[in-house]
């Protein structure tokens, strides 16, 4: 057995924005949020046990799946270096040998919410960039 913990919760500014998205369906949700709930899950101790308690199929969507947000994000850096179609697909998989030349990485940490829209703001032009400062914070100013 492999157990695995994951975490989750709602938080005061998530509860928030469900009960405005919906008040009649979230309105019983406490304002101070809800949680955190850990839950431990068996996904076994290595693939072999992996495809015995989920599927071979199931596994090879799971692994496709999470390989496909890398990969994108690599074909997007060639793209902004300017690589050819061609190029990026040499980088990635030769279709005539059927050599696998790049492999997918393990997934590093993911960022949050706030620092995905930090990031955004950053790379705006310094006049988006002040009206999206003082949009967020009038937002915060009226929580």
Known sequence: MSLTSFDAKLTPHAVKGLKKLDPEKYGFLPDEGVGPVTVQYDFGKDIPEACEFFSEE????????????????????????GKSPVEIQAAFYNLETGEHVHKPSQAGPRLTHTEKERNRIMKLDPEAKAREKAALQAMLDDM
């Open 58 to 81: 199931i596994c090879q969507n799971l692994i496709a799946g999470h390989a496909k947000f890398g990969f994108q994000a690599k074909i997007r850096d060639m793209l902004a270096q």
